[in-house]
């Protein structure tokens, strides 16, 4: 099971995320951005609408400010622009250092899959080395 510590500080390993554009935030880090939509997604949300919804209620704005630091919750509008100033192969790599930072050392280079899918919309993309960087090939670096 993940340690309730390992979630308070997923927007640690975000700090390091690469922009497309300068932000220096005001209500919301990226950080915090990207920690509701990965537990909204946990949660079962499809897309960023439930998501915002969601995060947006009061008893999970209390959650999420309890459990995680999470002060304010952006309207929808500027999560999405958040969400949009992301370089996507950042992203992925932070990804995996938490994922790799919750596994048990007996998993250390491996490829762990959650489902058994790629994530639809990346493997098609010219831009992406690879539709995610696997635990295996991020731990060569």
């Not at 996507?88 to 790799?100: L, Q």
Request: charged share 20%; hydrophobic share 40%.
């Amino acid at each position: 099971m993940i340690e309730e510590k390992g979630m308070q500080r997923i927007a640690g390993y975000f700090k390091e995320v690469e922009l497309t554009e300068e932000y220096k935030p005001y209500f919301c880090s990226i950080g915090d951005a990207i920690t509701i939509v990965i537990i909204g997604t946990f949660c079962g949300f499809r897309n960023l609408k439930q998501i915002h919804m969601w995060a947006s209620h009061e008893k999970i704005t209390g959650m999420l400010q309890e459990k995680f630091g999470i002060k304010h919750v952006p309207c929808y509008y500027w999560l999405t622009c958040l969400l949009a100033m992301l370089e996507p192969k950042s992203v992925s790599e932070c990804f995996t250092r938490w994922v790799i930072s919750l596994l048990p050392q007996s998993l250390e280079g491996q490829t762990v899959a959650f489902d058994g899918k790629t994530i639809c919309s990346t493997s098609g993309m010219e831009c992406y080395e690879a539709p995610l960087l696997s635990p295996s090939r991020l731990a060569g670096q």
